[in-house]
């Protein structure tokens, strides 16, 4: 019984700047760590960024510099990103490493497009 819902994707042009957020729900007892993750057509899908309840951080090297993630409240996490790309475009799934009816597991968010285009 646990719900990851993304919101904030859309279109923007090349250089813009977009940002997304997710938001854990249900019987979660602990959370140790969110991210994000994101899927093009045809391409695996890839680690963006995550960040665990301590505060540590780790970024894919493609969007190092841009992006910036960040968590609140033990339940949230936001996502950043400047700088915008026609690369970076792909669905982005929220992820998060949690504890949950005595159980740790690995939960996802339905995603949530983002296209980057002129």
């Known amino acids: 019984q646990v719900q990851l819902v993304e919101s904030g994707g859309g279109l923007v042009q090349p250089g813009g700047s977009l940002a997304l957020s997710c938001a854990a729900s249900?019987?979660?007892?602990?959370?140790?760590?969110m991210g994000w993750y994101r899927q093009a057509p045809g391409k695996q899908r890839e680690l963006v960024a995550f960040?665990?309840?301590?505060?540590?951080t780790n970024y894919a090297d493609s969007v190092k510099g841009r992006f910036t993630i960040s968590m609140n409240n033990a339940k949230n996490v936001y996502l950043q990103m400047n700088s915008l790309k026609p690369e970076d475009t792909a669905v982005y799934y929220c992820?998060?490493?949690?504890?949950?009816?005595?159980?740790?597991?690995?939960?996802w968010g339905q995603g949530t497009q983002v296209t980057v285009s002129s």
């Open positions: 992820n998060a490493d949690l504890l949950a009816n005595f159980i740790r597991r690995e939960a």
């Open positions: 249900g019987s979660i007892r602990i959370i140790y760590g």
């Open positions: 960040i665990t309840s301590a505060g540590n």
